[in-house]
């Protein structure tokens, strides 16, 4: 009952894929979550359907955000989210199977952040909706085509989306060089072997995007090198003890208590 009335004349076996396409999309969310060492965002996850994305800019700029008309709510109303900096835009991106789907919202109130509301294809009224413009989903390019090819969405786009919608930059997700957990510097914070397994993180996340970011030729100089430093650090291996000649005089053993039988 509770899909019909989510996801409509929808049949179930394409509600089966979109479950499917959501699953993957959730895993997607849990291994960009852990991640560090980004210039204009932080993540952190709030269990397993909620990743929320906090964008780092001096002054937000002055943009008006589509939501959905009538569209899902959230977990928590916005209203009960935790103050935030004046420089930083939280968003939160959700995988709940109850929707079935993925969907964003704004977590922060800025001035300088309008709301307008619009009819969306592919959605259904949820009766339970709100006046809220901060509560209703983010219209968002990135997902709209959910529901004809859900395997076409990845959490990499939508979060670009989200960086593009608050600072005008050219890669989303660039490095901060300055970040001591990217540093090479002996004299970091950072002890090399959680250097070594982020930059490793770092490396296959971004060589899943569609197109190679500008920072990942010198991510891979960065890790190979602290790979360098790693082994040099290990101690020198101890050495083989040679083993002692054998006597030319051992004899083989012999049986004991065996019982022969006389041959006839």
């Known amino acids: ?24 999309f959730s895993q997607e969310c849990m291994r960009i979550g852990t991640l560090q060492g980004f210039k204009h965002i932080r993540f952190y996850l709030r269990g397993r359907e909620e990743l929320l994305v906090t964008i780092k800019c001096a002054q937000p700029p002055k943009r008006v955000l589509r939501v959905v008309s009538g569209g899902h709510l959230p977990a928590s109303p916005c209203t009960r989210e935790q103050s935030q900096s004046p420089s930083e835009v939280v968003f939160l ?38 006046d809220n413009d901060a509560d209703l989903p983010l219209r968002l390019f990135s997902i709209e085509h959910w529901p004809n090819a859900p395997h076409e969405v990845h959490i990499w786009d939508v979060i670009g989306e ?66 360098r430093h790693h082994f040099q650090a290990l101690p020198a291996p101890a050495p083989t003890p040679t083993p002692a000649p054998l006597s030319n005089h051992t004899s083989s053993p012999t049986r004991t208590n065996q019982r022969r039988w006389p041959i006839h």
Request: glycine share 2%; with cysteine; aromatic share 12%.
């Open 1 to 24: 009952w509770y899909q019909r009335r989510v996801h409509g004349d929808q049949t179930p076996i394409r509600i089966y894929k979109m479950s499917k396409s959501l699953d993957i």
């Open 93 to 130: 991106i959700s995988s709940y199977a109850r929707y079935c789907r993925p969907i964003a919202w704004i977590r922060t109130h800025h001035p300088e952040l309008g709301f307008a509301k619009e009819e969306a294809p592919g959605w259904k009224a949820d009766p339970n909706s709100t």
């Open 162 to 227: 989200l960086v593009k919608l608050c600072i005008d930059v050219e890669d989303p997700f660039e490095l901060d060089w300055e970040s001591p957990l990217l540093s090479l510097a002996p004299t970091s914070t950072a002890p090399y072997w959680e250097r070594l397994f982020l930059t490793a993180a770092l490396i296959t996340q971004l060589q899943q995007f569609q197109e190679p970011p500008p920072d990942l030729k010198r991510l891979l100089e960065v890790h190979f090198e602290l790979l």
